[in-house]
């Protein structure tokens, strides 16, 4: 390994262990925490829309769970990515190390941090008694490759446009709040009028959440949304990274 | 015989856009957007105005001046974070920035992570700065609070930790900001005959400062610049 290549594995790896060691140092409840925000959120959507509107979704607790952790991988690193240059700004100023290496380890932060709430996803498997569908469980570390692509992409975009905008912060806030309702989360693919389907193409992340959730409860596979999502992942990437290169230089001069 | 030039700058120009147009929002942007795109386009703001002067290995070089007389600009080209608009700057050797109080530390972390987090961001391998994590230790001399988290620490006990991480990254051109303010008599006295030690084995420092007393203390060679030119240079008289 030459020496560079050396370098940027220290790089991401002290930069992501510093972000996990910050998440998890001060309470030992730090995991507890972060596992009962979604979790919280799935009990009212569960109250809310099982007994309230009376819904009919089956297992919906699960249903809910194998939207909002994704969801919540996403929304936590779009929404620290935007202010990560900024926050780090002496350092911008000042350093030349590679700046796109902090945008990765905040959104790595979060994945790891995805990963971790897995077994709480495998209870929630056992209490309903879903089994594990063989070979599509293989596809899930797929998906969350592509996950981490799309927002990865969108991670370098925000970050780099936020520096010369900054109040797209607020935007940011407004937008991600319109996604949410965008995207089926909390409630069917099925249950969406055909006028309004056109915009499960036009969202990458409700193509994944779909899949995720023919994996784990039908045991199937949205092919033409995997295709897709990968589409997405590629082209999303590739645009953040280059605006991210290209407003790089000038990031020292306007922090 | 002089030592070999180790920074030029040759008829140096740099201009900012001046971006408060487009920093003050999108919203703002959007709305004036024909004015805007034109202010950006036209309105420049010269930081630094065809400046020429060479830095020599091993020297104590102080850059002077009033606020906004481009100190810091200067700095950030030599450092690599900003480029010239014009002219030729030369730059040989690995440069070691000192870094603002407490940049790039956090501060749940302990002083011996943050000490190894800071040496990576420098541009060390993990490797590089464990091996002189001790040195770099006991010359911050944190005693017990070593593996407490920072946010115990007093500014001087920071200060100390963050010079000696720089110190301790084998820079050949050492930038130093303001910085000597902080910490206490004892440890300003123990960077001076550090930073001496630097220069005889050929370390090049450069300072900026608007405190002239400090400057003509440690430097051999100062420049004055205002409004991003040059406006003398000296040798400060020898303090017996």
Same mark, same amino acid.
């Given at each position: 390994?030459?020496?560079s290549s050396?370098y940027y594995r220290d790089l991401i790896f002290e930069l992501l262990r510093k972000e996990i060691k910050v998440r998890?140092?001060?309470?030992?409840?730090?995991?507890?925490?972060s596992?009962?925000?979604?979790?919280?959120?799935?009990?009212?959507?569960?109250?809310?829309?099982?007994?309230?509107?009376?819904?009919?979704?089956?297992?919906?607790?699960?249903?809910?769970?194998?939207?909002?952790?994704p969801w919540q991988w996403f929304l936590n690193s779009v929404v620290a990515s935007s202010v990560s240059m900024i926050s780090n700004a002496n350092l911008i100023k000042k350093t030349v190390f590679p700046r796109e290496y902090i945008v990765y380890a905040g959104v790595l932060n979060d994945m790891v941090h995805f990963v971790?709430?897995?077994?709480?996803?495998?209870?929630?498997?056992?209490?309903?008694?879903?089994?594990?569908?063989?070979?599509?469980?293989?596809?899930?570390?797929?998906?969350v490759l592509v996950q981490l692509f799309i927002i990865l992409g969108i991670s370098l975009l925000v970050a780099s446009v936020n520096v010369f905008f900054r109040d797209l912060e607020r935007l940011i806030a407004?937008l991600l709040?319109?996604l949410?309702?965008?995207?089926?989360?909390?409630?069917?693919?099925?249950?969406?009028?055909?006028?309004?389907?056109?915009?499960?193409?036009?969202?990458p992340l409700?193509?994944l959440?779909?899949?995720?959730?023919?994996?784990?409860?039908?045991?199937?596979?949205?092919?033409?949304?995997?295709?897709?999502?990968?589409?997405y992942a590629v082209g999303i990437f590739l645009f953040g990274y280059v605006t991210f290169n290209r407003l790089k230089p000038r990031f020292a001069e306007v922090l | 015989?002089?030592?070999?030039?180790?920074?030029?700058?040759?008829?140096?120009?740099?201009?900012?856009?001046?971006?408060?147009?487009?920093t003050?929002?999108i919203?703002?942007?959007?709305?004036?957007?024909?004015?805007?795109?034109?202010?950006?386009?036209?309105?420049?703001?010269?930081?630094?105005?065809?400046?020429?002067?060479?830095?020599?290995?091993?020297?104590?070089?102080? *850059?002077?001046? /009033?606020?906004?007389?481009?100190? &810091?600009?200067? +700095? $950030?080209?030599?450092?690599g974070v900003?480029?010239?608009?014009?002219?030729?700057?030369?730059?040989?050797?690995?440069?070691?920035?000192?870094l603002?109080?407490?940049a790039g530390f956090h501060?749940?972390l302990?002083?011996?992570?943050?000490?190894?987090l800071n040496?990576i961001l420098l541009g060390?391998?993990?490797?590089?700065?464990?091996?002189?994590?001790?040195?770099?230790?006991?010359?911050?001399?944190?005693?017990?609070? *070593?593996?407490? /988290?920072?946010?115990?620490?007093? &500014?001087?006990? +920071? $200060?100390?930790?963050?010079?000696?991480?720089?110190?301790?990254?084998?820079?050949?051109?050492?930038?130093?900001?303001?910085?000597?303010?902080?910490?206490?008599?004892?440890?300003?006295?123990?960077?001076?005959?550090?930073?001496?030690?630097?220069?005889?084995?050929?370390?090049?420092?450069?300072?900026?400062?608007?405190?002239?007393?400090?400057?003509?203390?440690?430097?051999?060679?100062?420049?004055?610049?205002?409004?991003?030119?040059?406006?003398?240079?000296?040798?400060?008289?020898?303090?017996?």
């Open positions: 390994m030459t020496k050396r998890y140092k001060n309470n030992i409840l730090g995991y507890a925490w596992i009962l925000n979604p979790l919280a959120q799935a009990l009212v959507f569960f109250v809310a829309f099982q007994y309230i509107f009376k819904v009919k979704i089956e297992n919906y607790v699960l249903f809910l769970i194998l939207g909002l952790f971790l709430s897995l077994p709480v996803l495998g209870l929630f498997l056992i209490i309903y008694h879903q089994p594990i569908y063989f070979p599509h469980i293989i596809l899930f570390p797929v998906l407004i709040n319109m949410f309702y965008a995207t089926p989360i909390i409630y069917a693919l099925g249950m969406i009028p055909d006028s309004l389907k056109f915009i499960i193409y036009l969202n409700a193509l959440i779909i899949n995720y959730r023919d994996i784990f409860l039908f045991g199937a596979v949205n092919w033409p949304y995997f295709w897709l999502s990968i589409v | 015989m002089e030592a070999e030039k180790i920074v030029i700058f040759d008829d140096v120009w740099k201009y900012y856009p001046l971006y408060h147009q487009i003050g929002g919203k703002r942007f959007l709305i004036n957007l024909p004015a805007a795109v034109k202010q950006i386009k036209e309105s420049k703001f010269w930081a630094v105005n065809g400046l020429s002067f060479a830095v020599r290995k091993g020297e104590a070089f102080g *850059i002077m001046g /009033p606020n906004g007389a481009g100190k &810091s600009t200067v +700095m $950030a080209m030599i450092a900003i480029k010239p608009s014009k002219g030729r700057l030369t730059v040989c050797g690995k440069v070691a920035p000192l603002e109080l407490g501060f749940d302990t002083g011996r992570e943050n000490a190894v040496g060390l391998t993990k490797a590089e700065i464990l091996a002189k994590l001790d040195q770099i230790l006991a010359f911050a001399e944190l005693g017990e609070f *070593i593996d407490q /988290p920072i946010r115990t620490y007093s &500014s001087g006990m +920071m $200060a100390r930790l963050g010079f000696s991480v720089a110190i301790h990254t084998d820079p050949e051109i050492l930038l130093i900001d303001e910085i000597l303010a902080v910490g206490d008599e004892n440890f300003q006295q123990k960077c001076l005959i550090k930073m001496n030690q630097f220069k005889e084995s050929g370390v090049t420092i450069i300072l900026i400062s608007h405190d002239r007393t400090t400057m003509e203390r440690f430097c051999d060679r100062i420049i004055e610049i205002k409004d991003g030119k040059l406006v003398t240079t000296f040798k400060p008289s020898p303090i017996a």
